[in-house]
């Protein structure tokens, strides 16, 4: 019996009676070890939607790039910058708009590649189970306002909210909550659980104001803000073990910190910005005026002291604008609707 050479990547294979010489293959791969148990069928492949939401992501990066291209060429094209010797101002005003195409394009993929990665790392039912033990912890070192009219009543308008929100994850439910404080604020956390201060219901006048914070917030749940920031922030460790109570000490710190500084973490320019527009069209859908955007963001700027909620929100008076500026475009009777000052009055006078 013969020992033949054979590749470094293959076994020795033996020449026996037959001469035959036995095909050499290579080693098994190393497949990466994905974070999800029970989720690889036998060839290694992920299976149901974990393995969609990869390849989607894929899919949105090759279009990234593909629009990246082919945009900012046709951009430079109109500029003169690419094969013309002179630059006139039809030219100029071509490639500005060709530009501002591809920015948005861009902004949008970017922002289906962050969502896909998000849902793929902490997806809606996680997101629920490390909220509802955040929210269990953060009333236990709060002082919460429970069975009371105020607490029924805030709650019954942020289910309204709900109920006209469109696009809503599947698998978070949502929860309003009231905490005796004389902050002037507004969270939300992870899995639907939002928290409103007595001090925020003190502040508002109307009924419409209170509900444009609860719009903002709802807002921030649906579009998967805060999920994005746990993510970009603690990564899939982390999440995993905290939806899964194994860091309790981690997760009282967070609720301890939360309360200090008044939110969890902050979110962008674009976030925050996105959240007034859309929560601005849940408000409407709910049968209430926008005008309680605009009256509740003059009123914060014209604190003495910073509130709270300022703390992780852009400049009150450019919010203000904003919903003026979305405010115009809509129907004015739509604007003219009862802002229920009277039943405000009578739900929050007890505190």
Same mark, same amino acid.
């Given at each position: 019996?013969?020992?033949?050479?054979?590749?470094?990547?293959?076994?020795?294979?033996?020449?026996?009676?037959?001469?035959?010489?036995?095909?050499?293959?290579?080693?098994?791969?190393?497949?990466?070890?994905?974070?999800?148990?029970?989720?690889?069928?036998?060839?290694?492949?992920?299976?149901?939607?974990?393995?969609?939401?990869?390849?989607?992501?894929?899919?949105?990066?090759?279009?990234?790039?593909?629009?990246?291209?082919?945009?900012?060429?046709?951009?430079?094209?109109?500029?003169?910058?690419?094969?013309?010797?002179?630059?006139?101002?039809?030219?100029?005003?071509? !490639?500005?708009?060709?530009?501002?195409?591809?920015?948005?394009?861009?902004?949008?993929? !970017?922002?289906? /590649?962050?969502?896909?990665?998000?849902? &793929? /790392?902490?997806?809606?039912?996680?997101?629920?189970?490390?909220?509802?033990?955040?929210?269990?912890?953060?009333?236990?070192?709060?002082?919460?306002?429970?069975?009371?009219?105020?607490?029924? %009543?805030?709650?019954?308008?942020?289910?309204?909210? &709900?109920?006209?929100?469109?696009?809503?994850?599947?698998?978070? =439910?949502?929860?309003?909550?009231?905490?005796?404080?004389?902050?002037?604020?507004?969270?939300?956390?992870?899995?639907?659980?939002?928290?409103?201060?007595?001090?925020?219901?003190?502040?508002?006048?109307?009924?419409?104001?209170?509900?444009?914070?609860?719009?903002?917030?709802?807002?921030?749940?649906?579009?998967?803000?805060?999920?994005?920031?746990?993510?970009?922030? %603690?990564?899939?460790?982390?999440?995993?073990?905290?939806?899964?109570?194994?860091?309790?000490?981690?997760?009282?710190?967070?609720?301890? =910190?939360?309360?200090?500084?008044?939110?969890?973490?902050?979110?962008?320019?674009? =976030?925050?910005?996105?959240?007034?527009? /859309?929560?601005?069209?849940?408000?409407?859908?709910?049968?209430?005026?926008?005008?309680? %955007?605009?009256?509740?963001?003059?009123?914060?700027?014209?604190?003495?002291?910073?509130?709270?909620?300022?703390?992780?929100?852009?400049?009150?008076?450019?919010?203000?604008?904003?919903?003026?500026?979305?405010?115009?475009?809509? =129907?004015?009777? &739509?604007?003219?609707?009862? &802002?229920?000052?009277?039943?405000?009055?009578?739900?929050?006078?007890?505190?």
């Amino acid at each position: 019996m013969i020992t033949t050479y054979t590749p470094m990547w293959s076994t020795p294979t033996m020449v026996g009676g037959s001469g035959h010489i036995g095909r050499p293959s290579r080693p098994p791969r190393n497949r990466a070890r994905w974070p999800t148990k029970g989720c690889r069928r036998s060839n290694g492949l992920l299976c149901g939607s974990r393995r969609t939401s990869v390849v989607k992501g894929i899919e949105v990066m090759r279009l990234l790039r593909a629009v990246l291209v082919v945009l900012v060429a046709s951009g430079l094209v109109g500029l003169g910058l690419v094969g013309c010797d002179e630059v006139d101002q039809e030219r100029v005003e071509q !490639g500005r708009e060709s530009l501002e195409k591809a920015g948005e394009a861009l902004k949008r993929a !970017g922002k289906s /590649v962050k969502e896909t990665a998000t849902n &793929v /790392v902490l997806p809606p039912r996680q997101e629920e189970q490390l909220g509802d033990r955040m929210a269990r912890q953060v009333l236990a070192e709060s002082q919460p306002v429970t069975g009371s009219p105020v607490s029924r %009543y805030v709650s019954q308008l942020g289910q309204k909210v &709900v109920a006209a929100a469109e696009g809503r994850p599947e698998g978070i =439910d949502y929860d309003f909550h009231v905490i005796r404080s004389p902050e002037i604020n507004a969270f939300a956390i992870p899995g639907g659980h939002i928290f409103v201060t007595t001090g925020l219901l003190q502040s508002a006048e109307t009924e419409a104001e209170l509900i444009a914070v609860l719009g903002h917030e709802v807002a921030h749940v649906t579009q998967r803000h805060i999920a994005e920031r746990m993510v970009a922030v %603690y990564g899939i460790s982390t999440l995993t073990s905290l939806a899964l109570g194994e860091e309790a000490g981690m997760l009282e710190q967070m609720a301890i =910190d939360l309360l200090a500084q008044g939110y969890l973490l902050k979110h962008s320019r674009d =976030d925050e910005r996105e959240a007034d527009e /859309v929560g601005m069209e849940f408000v409407v859908d709910a049968g209430y005026s926008p005008s309680g %955007y605009v009256a509740f963001f003059e009123r914060l700027a014209k604190q003495p002291q910073p509130p709270a909620i300022l703390s992780s929100h852009p400049n009150p008076e450019e919010r203000a604008q904003n919903a003026r500026q979305a405010i115009e475009r809509l =129907d004015q009777a &739509v604007v003219e609707r009862d &802002v229920h000052r009277q039943r405000y009055q009578e739900m929050t006078s007890s505190l």
